[in-house]
């Protein structure tokens, strides 16, 4: 089972956080994803990774156009998932062992 998870300040943000959500699973289905849209940003994050650590974009650079919101979204996702060593498209259940760009407190811990 894999979770999902998407929340918004108004439910004009809870939609755009769903269709990030939506995006994600097309693309990267599989993956454990969290999409927040509030403040202007959208922050994606991946469950598995723990901690608040995601990738950000600012809601008014890529809201303008559907298709500039979908690119956007799918490159923000697909190197996050790159700086976690998990290639891009389906997961296939690699664990993420390191992270780059996080500090070393803040890395993974392996089970």
């Given at each position: 089972m894999v979770m999902l998870y998407s929340e918004g300040d108004s439910k004009a943000e809870e939609a755009d956080a769903?269709?990030?959500?939506?995006?994600?699973?097309?693309v990267y289905p599989g993956h454990p994803w969290a999409a927040r849209v509030s403040g202007g940003v959208v922050f994606i994050r991946h469950l598995e990774l723990g901690h608040n650590?995601?990738?950000?974009?600012?809601?008014?650079?890529?809201?303008?156009?559907a298709n500039v919101f979908?690119?956007?979204?799918?490159?923000?996702?697909?190197e996050f998932l790159e700086r976690m060593n998990l290639r891009r498209?389906?997961?296939?259940?690699?664990?993420?062992?390191?992270?780059?760009?996080?500090?070393?407190?803040?890395?993974?811990?392996?089970?």
């Amino acid at each position: 089972m894999v979770m999902l998870y998407s929340e918004g300040d108004s439910k004009a943000e809870e939609a755009d956080a769903h269709t990030v959500l939506e995006i994600l699973c097309s693309v990267y289905p599989g993956h454990p994803w969290a999409a927040r849209v509030s403040g202007g940003v959208v922050f994606i994050r991946h469950l598995e990774l723990g901690h608040n650590w995601g990738m950000v974009r600012k809601y008014k650079n890529i809201s303008h156009d559907a298709n500039v919101f979908r690119r956007e979204i799918i490159m923000a996702a697909g190197e996050f998932l790159e700086r976690m060593n998990l290639r891009r498209g389906r997961a296939n259940g690699d664990e993420i062992i390191r992270v780059e760009g996080i500090p070393d407190k803040h890395q993974p811990i392996r089970h």
